[in-house]
């Protein structure tokens, strides 16, 4: 059933761009990799020629899907980017636009575990930060169908991911880009990361897992397992940098100074050790932006549509604001676009 329905999109892919098989070609794979990851795909509700999203009815709904926004041919450069942990490539649409905006295609993908109406099991498997690290490489490995020279980065656990990649495979990638990079935690998780035994009680204070809140793009908390999945990947990526050669790549990073989720010296610590051309878009600690908020702009915090009543305890953070240097944030990506 799987090989019928992907030799029924390849044919409709190579009618619809004609002589230009490279897009057909990655638009089927980008397709079989996440009806692989998702069992079951649909035709998404929301069409647009350049836009491709891969549905499913496991997904909570459309902003959750993963996307590729492509101009119907190969550009010079393809830019591969991951979102954080708990939402879904909805968090990375504005940035994705302005890249293609500059005439770049951009593939966003969906980490597995996420953007689902059931997400329990997936946030409580032992082998998770193993399926996202595999996930970046099939999503690298269709890349070439889409560009010459690949950027990869990301949000928030993304780019944690993004930065694992480039310390594994140094030679592959032109540039990095973070946004909210989390490449350094709140001290006092740090510490109970290493204590034996903190997975399993974390997996049980998880208990049933939500999927489901205020936020339609975005799980109603971090599951306190995945959480430790990620430290793991953190301290990965450190041990990588102890033990390889400085990296030599341009680097764009973008970080709120008034983050306590993942405190800035994670993505300093990271410029200071690369050799290349590093770019940061630091965003003063008095606008008070949130870890969470640095992505989104005054459009899609209207898209969200929060519903504040499902909120039992409006906590610092709770509620989504838009980045007032939003704008600010993207023409700098542009102008390091620009120039690399």
């Not at 991951?82 to 909805?90: I, K, M, R, T, W």
Request: charged letters at 20%; one cysteine or more.
């Amino acid at each position: 059933m799987i090989r019928k329905r992907l030799l029924i999109t390849f044919s409709i892919l190579i009618f619809s761009f004609g002589a230009n098989a490279s897009i057909a070609v990655g638009l089927a794979n980008f397709d079989a990799l996440y009806q692989s990851e998702l069992g079951d795909i649909i035709d998404c509700e929301t069409r647009s020629e350049h836009w491709y999203r891969v549905c499913s009815k496991q997904l909570k709904n459309e902003g959750n899907a993963p996307f590729i926004l492509h101009h119907g041919h190969k550009t010079p450069k393809v830019f591969v980017l991951f979102h954080g942990l708990s939402d879904s490539p909805f968090f990375l649409t504005s940035i994705a636009q302005a890249l293609y905006d500059q005439g770049y295609n951009v593939m966003v993908a969906l980490l597995p575990g996420h953007g689902r109406k059931d997400a329990d099991q997936d946030m409580q498997d032992p082998k998770l930060a193993a399926r996202w690290h595999a996930n970046i490489q099939k999503m690298v490995a269709i890349a070439p169908s889409f560009g010459d020279t690949l950027y990869i980065g990301g949000f928030s656990t993304g780019g944690t991911l993004a930065v694992q990649y480039v310390l594994e495979n140094p030679n592959k990638a032109k540039g990095l880009l973070l946004f909210s990079g989390a490449l350094a935690l709140d001290s006092s998780v740090e510490t109970m990361a290493n204590i034996w035994g903190i997975k399993w009680l974390a997996k049980t204070l998880d208990g049933d897992y939500q999927s489901i809140g205020p936020n339609p793009y975005k799980y109603p908390s971090v599951a306190r397992y995945s959480a430790f999945q990620l430290t793991d990947v953190i301290f990965s990526v450190r041990e990588l940098i102890a033990q390889n050669q400085p990296l030599d790549l341009a680097i764009f990073a973008a970080h709120s100074e008034a983050d306590v989720t993942t405190p800035i010296v994670g993505v300093n610590d990271l410029l200071a050790y690369n050799k290349g051309e590093n770019t940061l878009f630091s965003i003063p600690k008095d606008l008070d932006v949130c870890h969470a908020d640095l992505v989104v702009n005054k459009m899609q915090i209207e898209q969200i549509n929060f519903d504040e009543t499902q909120v039992i305890e409006i906590l610092p953070c709770s509620i989504p604001k838009a980045n007032p240097q939003h704008q600010e944030m993207l023409q700098a990506l542009k102008i390091f676009v620009s120039k690399h």
